[in-house]
């Protein structure tokens, strides 16, 4: 096994890299904005950054970027042939084959793509906080949900390398309408986009009064001032909170009658919120849950890594394939 | 391997024994009715019944009691040490140890227990409609849905061996009750017990005027009404079947969201209402299945050994520990 590895998370704002040792320890990082040029072809403009990324942590390691094993982690369904087949939230490379176009532009052979959620599964139960257990799955919450579902030790990629996309799983069949054009998905309420529409229909409802005059318009409420306002105490900002817990809940519920999930693993860009809606989460799951006396204690943790845990999976991908 | 096991599987209903070959053939079979005397001992009663038809079956095949395979499929949470552990068709026996019963009533060493529907999904694996598939869900239809997973050739057991209980998987959070305590469960609205709920709804609600006439009232329209009418082609009928495949495809492209299932295989008692639905559950996958198109193409099949595969997988797992 190689010693060092990079790995890049490329998410629908900033593409994260960061180069790993084979024991888990991060040795250096670096940010760009992501790209989303859609006159450029599929995938070139992310390719090149992510090139001058992998090029940058290169030279400030003292690796050389033709040799480093590279793992990219993509917001989206990866098919088992490298090509990214469905992403709402990186169109601009939306069918494009990532890898091959990066070890073309490297000069490389050692490139590997694995969906950013599944990199963060695997980062966790390699070094995090998923580690020594064979069956959890990693939840991530940003502006939607995303997954990875380890079972028996191992990730569970399903018939087209799709397995995770646990976001789109419907919780509310006439509810919401969500981007990937279905209605009543998780992510429509257990999600950083989730929180936002909870809170602009507790503000049109009239509950959210205090937080409705300190901004001074119903429409402009934010998921932010909520957090902010529940951190404080404040009543009607902690009932929406309460609120975004229980369909958290109802979604780990369900994977829970579906896999026998005894841990979760929650991590992504919504560390605050997590903070807030994890003990409420926990709680409601006791009620929500199929038999719950007669299973072990079901766990609901923070993940180790955060933000990082995408790109520490993709490294450690890449670390794989040169065992 | 032994040559010949006897497995059976216990309904809420009625008991099916069968003696089962190596190769999956079917030997010899015996039905008998479900005891649900709560008086006695958790599980006696059921004990009792279960060890005459080992008996019976095993005279009849001129096999040793004492000596051949015994694997009872059961319809609740069964625990890893064998224990029954939520079972609300098989009250009787819940918090049971079926398992050690009857191998004290048989003297037997060889008595294995598992939950029904993982039984039914292993039979279909290695002998039926998911021979040679991998990744597939096996999804029983009956008054509940029950479900097995197969994951990489392998059932998925879960934390505390109670995965698979996907008729509980909450598809409509502010739905209908379900007597898990929930709401809004998937086999509230795609099981036979979902379309009778469907069908009182319908007829409630003016929609089944005809059917409604032929039975002389609201409250006596049954499931069995509506799929006798609709495969006759009675439009109010053909309906309501309609709105049963919408809510089997809502809880199947769930399934494809989270695992990537690119196959199931239905089973169960409800084979006459699964031929009228199927059909339709197919067409909404389309719709309802996240990115459809990027994916290989999804099947859904009946199963191959309709109400058998319960007690043939049971017989299964029983050969397989004397492998």
Redesign the interface.
Known sequence: MSDVAIGIDVGGTKALAVAVGADGQVLGELRSGTPHDRDADPGSRAAEVIADQVLELSRRQGLDARQVPVGIGLPG?M?RDGRL??APNLQSASGSDLGALLRERLDSTSVVVENDANCAALAEHQWGAGLGID?FVMVTLGTGIG?G?I??G?L???????????G????????APCR???HGCWERYASGGGLARLTVEAARAGRLPILVERVGDTERVRGEDVTAAAAEGLDEAVAVVDEMGW?LA?GL???V???????FVVGGGLSEVADLVLPVARRYLV??V??YA???FITVVSSTFGVRSGAMGAALVALGTRS
Do not use: Q, S
């Open positions: 369904m098919r087949a469905f069956d997954g579902v079972a028996d191992k569970v990629r399903g018939r087209n390398g799709f397995a995770g996309e646990i789109h799983m419907v919780v509310d069949a006439h509810g990937c054009g279905g369909w109802t519920a369900n994977l009658a579906i896999l026998d999930t005894g841990h009620e929500l199929e038999g007669d299973r072990a």
